[in-house]
């Protein structure tokens, strides 16, 4: 069977657009990082940041090299490889592999597999694992980069065009977290998922709703703390009878200091303007007793700092479909409540 590969041919940031046509005022947009060359003034429309992968630009993208697995006990081992990540005919691809077929499978049961020397994530022993006969090594090889430190920003429109994998418990996703974390651990500084999908060709619900790749979404997270991510308020998904996996699609979303626009193939997907009191209002956390986190930031906090980008074929995970299902839209068919990590 042919490797299921996600394939990226366009990866753009333009600023925020405003009405007038000329630069008179200076955008909203802030950029920066080491691939961040500033103009003298930053003017609507501006294209700040663009890959069409004719080649891997190593000043632009950084590979994560980890283990942890993230809040949802996904267990690919993320690498810096060109069996797993490389630029080809001016599509970035991200190719998973088998790690026994690196070692073995008995490696899988009892080897011990120590990255700690280019390690990016030490969380859940993500740098040094030693297999048991109950907790294998990550058995998939795979690929995340992104551009924190090189390339962040606050406002602006990402446009990518991705044709996204098939194949069992695969999770690909282009999405964007805060590179300062201004106002505390996730998700209380937000998250912002471009697009997600999930690889399953036949993954269906009791109705025959497939919400594999036929399915693709877009998310904002956000909440004062873990269990009280709000997820489900900003999600929007749209259904392909011919599936995301088999042809390119446009993802698109524009940010900006009113709310979000979310966009595939041009066409108008959610929209986010949230009220006068932010997202604490939005969340209804008013009467909560809490204290909110985002007092000190606009009506878009926490989405009022710089973000940067990250592509990444992630492989399984755990949901909690049975714990959510009181509180959560049918639309949603059992979406994790954990970040992408």
Known sequence: MK???????????????????????ASVTTASGTAYNPPSMLCPGDLIFEDNFNTFDESKWMHEVTMAGGGNGKFEYYRNSRTNS?????????????????YSEDFLYSGTLDITAECTNSDNNGCLRTGTSTNIL???ESARIRTLGTFSFKYGTVIARAKL????????????LPTDWKYGSWPVSG?????????????TDGSGFNFGTQL???TLHWGPSPSENQYARTHWERSNGAGYNNDFHTYKVVWNPEGFLFYIDDELLGTLNPPAGGFWELGEFQNSGETNPWSS???????????HLIINLAIGATTVISLMAPIMPEANHGATIHPLQ
């Open 165 to 176: 994998p098939g194949g069992d418990w695969l999770w690909p996703a282009i999405w964007l």
């Open 86 to 102: 490389f630029a080809q005919d001016g599509n970035l691809h991200i190719k998973p592999s088998y790690l026994s077929e690196d």
């Open 297 to 307: 930031g606009s009506k878009m906090a926490p989405f009022d700092e710089q973000f």
């Open 138 to 140: 990550n058995p998939i």
């Open 191 to 203: 998250e912002i998922d471009l697009v997600e999908s999930r690889g399953n060709r036949e993954l």
């Open 3 to 25: 490797a299921p590969i996600c394939h990226l041919a366009l990866l753009v940031v333009y600023l925020v657009q405003s009405a007038k046509a000329a630069c008179d005022v």
């Open 216 to 218: 693709a979404f877009s």
